[in-house]
């Protein structure tokens, strides 16, 4: 659920390196200077710290520190814009050196863009990034022989009984390893930070920032995406009288995560993965082999799809004959989910990755240091366990972390009881990425913290502003009922708008229409019509002389 850089307004830079600036509020004060060149390499950006409560409702816990960055307005200052890019567990220290011409670009210029490290995140913000194990080894020992590391294995749509009953034989293991893993998380050094981490108070520390920077009462914009859509929800909610500009974009359902356990709940995140599978199989049959290296002449999109199936097979084969093979039909899914995000690179998927997942599916380099390379690289890549930056690095936590303190309640919820969900999801949801695992959120149910504040609603305050909420007709993981829900529980103070795209938020396709919109809303505060419909730009090309448009009057009506 990270932000993706596709669409880049032009607009002008001035890059001019900043010293120190103060507030005049009397508040505590941001010293702005150069950034941790480790964390940020563009010299145009200022970075700075904030201490803040580490318990907003009991002072005497102590304090937090957060690493806030700026982005100066490029054009006339009116005030600030705040970033959040979701994860949860994202950087907005990353988030804004890699996409700052973006986030200017669609604020119209004219507010510093304003993000930081939420608490949990990174090595500059305290508290920091969540690791519960002390490098890689620990955990790879610690989940040996498990599902954590192969993935579910499973075929024809989770229909074959043996694979149903291979699954369900490991829930009692799989419940203790993961009420284990809590356990460990509270006994590392993280571990008595753990209920001060959650978006409750990352809103409470957003309205700190802008009082430090705008003063105490101002107007407060916000951008936020995926993950950081629920901060966007809870933040209008928590402070409907601070709502200034706000655009939230790939909506999570606030109103599902305040009531249902994520670990049930989440097949209703998954509505329309298979959707943009068969967006992926048409794209690249309609391009044909010089676009896609998957099809060969007069290839359908069934035929490439009969071959990505058949890879799984010889996968799934291969792994009941040796469970120590390089890549698990299990781990391709998740790769093959985690590419649903971003119709950008599916070109350089099925062309650079995709036949390199076949050779090492196939046993035909066995002794290729490039190859086996590789196929870690592709399971490291598993956006669901975020690695460092080194090889052994202990894996980062704090999305689980985060996720699951914000999350409701323990409700004595088993592993069986979450594994039928997941078979039933793979039956009747998603057939391809139903068995995804793992993932965050099937951990909430045996994560032991919930945090000191959790906001559960309600979603319809009246607001200061209209707000502009954003979503893809097809997106993979917040697909459009969550901010159709945000829409309706907010009325007049909310318009929806609408992209004919597919990928995660509406900026994994570049659409004008949308920037035009999000520009004259930051810049004149004018919102379009109330479920206005954003085509995709006609000359972004998914694959080589194809286009949005194209995949999407062809999509087969078949199941896959
Ligand atoms: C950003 O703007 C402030 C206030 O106008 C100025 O002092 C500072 O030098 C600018 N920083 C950069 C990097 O341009
Ligand atoms: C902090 O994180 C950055 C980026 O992940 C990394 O390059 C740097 O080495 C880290 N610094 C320390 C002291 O761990
Ligand atoms: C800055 O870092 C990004 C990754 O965050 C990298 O792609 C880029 O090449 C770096 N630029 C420079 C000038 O080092
Ligand atoms: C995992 O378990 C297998 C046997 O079940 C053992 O051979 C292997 O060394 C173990 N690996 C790790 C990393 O502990
Ligand atoms: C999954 O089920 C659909 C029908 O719902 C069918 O078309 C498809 O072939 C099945 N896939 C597999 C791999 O069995
Ligand atoms: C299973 O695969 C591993 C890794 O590819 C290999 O080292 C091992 O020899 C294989 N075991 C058998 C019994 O083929
Ligand atoms: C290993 O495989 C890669 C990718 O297919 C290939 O480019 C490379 O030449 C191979 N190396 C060797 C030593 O075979
Ligand atoms: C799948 O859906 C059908 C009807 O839509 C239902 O009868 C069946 O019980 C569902 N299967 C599972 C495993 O939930
Ligand atoms: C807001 O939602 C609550 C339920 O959470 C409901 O009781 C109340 O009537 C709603 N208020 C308005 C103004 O719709
Ligand atoms: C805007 O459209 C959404 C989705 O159809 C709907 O839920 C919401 O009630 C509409 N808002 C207004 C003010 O009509
Ligand atoms: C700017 O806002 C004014 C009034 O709020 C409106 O009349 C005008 O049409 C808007 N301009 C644009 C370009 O939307």
Redesign the pocket.
Known sequence: MEYYKLVVLALSFASIVSCTTSSHHGGPQIQWGACDPSVVNDTSLSCGFLEVPLDYQDPSVGKARLALIKANATGERRGSVFFNPGGPGGSGLAAVNEDKDLLLGLSGGVYDVISWDPRGVGNLTVPGEVFCFDDF?EY??FF??TIELTGIEETGNFTNPADIKALLVQAPTMQKKYEQLGQKCLQSPSGKFLKYIGTAAVVRDMVSIANALDGPGTPINYIGTSYGTLIGSWFVNMFPERVGRVVIDGVIDPLVFATQEPALSFRSQLISADTIYKALITGCALSGPSGCAAASEGDGPLDIDAKVQALLKIAYDATKLNASVPITSGNIRVELFSEMYTPADWSNLVNEEYPQIVQIVNGEAPGNATLRKRSKRLIGRNPLVKRGSQPNDSPSFTSTAIYCADSVDLRGTTMEQVFKGIISTAQNVTHLFGSSWPATFYRCSFWPVRSVERYQGPFNKTLANKILIASNLLDPITPLPGAETVARLLGKDAVLVRQNGFGHTTVSEPSTCLNEIAVTYFTNGTLPANNTLCEVDADFEVFSGVNTADILAHLPSTDV
Do not use: F, L, S, V
Request: no cysteine; net charge neutral.
């Open positions: 080894a790879t020992t040996n022989g």
